[in-house]
Every structure is written in structure tokens, then in C-alpha cells.
Nanobody, 116 residues
Framework: QVQLVESGGGLVQAGGSLRLDCAAS????????MGWYRQAPGKQRALVAT???????TYADSVKARFTISRDNAKNTVYLQMNSLEPDAAAVYYC??????????WGKGTLVTVPS
């Protein structure tokens, strides 16, 4: 089992920055890919960014050049640095871990609010 706990959400003004952290515990050795997803009110949960244990990254087109995902394998933590935030970035952000064998794990989410 893997537990994921997000932190760092909050209210930020448009144009501001925020960093989200996701700390993993439990059978972390099994996690090969970690990522961030977000779900805005009335919308489906959508991919934001992922990173593999080896450091390869992918991003949704809407966040490229503004968001950066990084990972500290020694701390079992993944980060999402979000810059130039706009109101459309407001959502609950969820951490996801994909383990060997295809098992997926979700955190409970952290709310990011960007007033218009």
C-alpha cells in the first residue's frame, strides 16, 4: 500500500505562484510514476504533469512553460511549481502514484483558489 498526502494549496492572486508537495509513504519502492491531476468544479479530473523515477516528465499543453514537476526520490516527494497562475488553474489538485503492476494510488487533494 502507498499513502499520498498533498500540501501547499491555498489562495493566490492571478499572476502569482504556488508550490504543491506530495509526500508518499508505505511501499514507495513500488512507485514508478508520480503525477498531478486537477479537477475544477463541474469538470472531469485531468492530467497536469507526471514524472518517472528516472526524471522523465510530461505536461498538459495548458501548463507547459508555467508549471514544473520535480521529484525527490530520497524523500519520496513530488513537487509541482506553478507560476503565472490564472483563474482557470483553480481546482482541487490530486497527487497520483502509479506502481509496478499497474496499481494506482490517489491522495485526497489540495485546493488551489485563484480569484478572477
Amino acid at each position: 500500500q502507498v499513502q499520498l498526502v498533498e500540501s501547499g494549496g491555498g489562495l493566490v492572486q492571478a499572476g502569482g505562484s504556488l508550490r504543491l508537495d506530495c509526500a508518499a509513504s508505505g511501499s514507495t519502492f513500488s512507485i514508478k510514476t508520480m503525477g498531478w491531476y486537477r479537477q475544477a468544479p463541474g469538470k472531469q479530473r485531468a492530467l497536469v504533469a507526471t514524472t518517472t523515477r528516472g526524471g522523465s516528465t510530461t505536461y498538459a499543453d495548458s501548463v507547459k512553460a508555467r508549471f514544473t514537476i520535480s521529484r525527490d526520490n530520497a524523500k519520496n516527494t513530488v513537487y509541482l511549481q506553478m507560476n503565472s497562475l490564472e483563474p482557470d488553474a483553480a481546482a482541487v489538485y490530486y497527487c497520483h502514484g502509479l506502481a509496478v503492476g499497474g496499481m494506482g494510488y490517489w491522495g485526497k487533494g489540495t485546493l488551489v483558489t485563484v480569484p478572477s
